[in-house]
């Protein structure tokens, strides 16, 4: 009897580790070391898997991949090709297929936005794949060690070495390739403190990395960084920049121009001021959610990463 059941057990335990082990081949080592109490991060990871990256081709040498992910601007040529963010891990295939459909170029160089899961997650498997890394100092900080977003109720190991970027600056760098000048600036602290934008120049093209949601309620990374008004800062500086002619790509949400940027810096002062107003009156969160202050965009923006409920917290944290 008692070696049946030791058997049983030991077969049941089996299983369990068969399935983890299972689960374990189809996730890279960042989702698999990582420790969450929360379903945001390890959700995204799932949808992205599955999730299409289509292809959408912008101006001269410059196409955008847009999946669940962060959104990854390609520039394509003799320097082979140079990619504005990574994606998430889980989306390699699907991202691998899209870079090979755009042309045969190998691809060279990759640029971070920000340190999170779904800009640098493919860092370690592009950079295999011939990619050296280039992002602001605090990017590598944070891949560098184990960091937590309270905001995702996440704790992230250290990436891997390959994942590192190998190539750093403070404030702003400037880089040629593929006949096209790109110009990288560092945001004050908005929503993460690692932020910078990449303005390809002759292409008139402009990536905000997430100073930008394009139709979606943003996140803002408190723990690295980040708050409300240094978002506000950055859209203040990114409409500086932006002409009327130029493309935006956002972090998240469609390609977009000046006008969708303005419109979404005054949805972010709007709900300040509202969120703040209530808050002095001293009115609780959910009492603030309760009132819904973004009753007029929450069907069209609430529907992606951050609920209204969400987005109230986040920026009820910054008032
Ligand atoms: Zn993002
Ligand atoms: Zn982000």
Not at 18 to 27: K, P, T
Not at 121 to 131: D, P, R, S, T, V
Not at 159 to 188: C, Q, W
Not at 208 to 215: A, L, P, Q
Request: a negative charge; charged letters at 20%; aromatic letters at 8%.
């Amino acid at each position: 009897m008692v070696t049946t059941e030791s058997a049983e057990i030991s077969r049941r335990e089996f299983l369990a580790v068969g399935g983890l082990a299972a689960a374990a081949a189809c996730l890279a080592p960042t989702a698999l070391f990582a420790q969450s109490d929360d379903v945001l991060v390890p959700g995204g990871l799932k949808e992205a898997a599955t999730a299409k990256v289509t292809v959408q081709a912008l101006r001269r040498n410059i196409s955008v991949l847009l999946g669940a992910g962060g959104n990854i601007a390609v520039l394509t040529g003799p320097d082979g090709k140079l990619l504005v963010d990574a994606e998430i891990v889980t989306a390699r295939e699907k991202v691998s297929a899209a870079l090979a459909s755009i042309n045969a170029d190998p691809i060279k160089q990759l640029i971070n936005t920000h340190w999170h899961f779904d800009h640098t997650g493919g860092n370690e498997w592009l950079h295999e794949a011939g990619a050296s890394i280039l992002a602001q100092e605090n990017t590598r900080n944070h891949l560098s060690k184990e960091t937590r977003v309270e905001g995702w109720k996440h704790t992230f190991p250290a990436a891997p070495s390959g994942a590192i970027p190998s190539t750093v600056f403070k404030e702003d760098h400037t880089l040629r390739a593929n006949g096209t000048t790109l110009i990288l600036k560092h945001y004050s602290p908005a929503h993460t403190d690692s932020d910078i934008s990449v303005h390809f120049v002759e292409a008139n093209i402009f990536h905000t990395g997430d100073t930008f949601w394009n139709g979606y309620y943003p996140f803002i990374d408190y723990s690295t960084g980040g708050s409300i008004d240094g978002m506000i800062r950055a859209t203040e500086v990114d409409l500086g920049k932006v002409t009327d002619k130029m493309i935006v790509i956002p972090g998240h949400g469609a390609v977009g121009d000046k006008s969708q940027l303005a419109f979404y810096r005054d949805l972010l002062v709007d709900t300040r001021e509202k969120v703040a107003t209530l808050k002095k009156q001293g009115k609780s969160l959910d009492e603030i959610v309760a009132a819904k202050p973004t009753a007029a965009t929450d069907a069209k923006w609430g529907g992606g990463f951050r609920s209204p409920k969400d987005f109230i917290g986040d920026v009820f944290q910054g008032v």
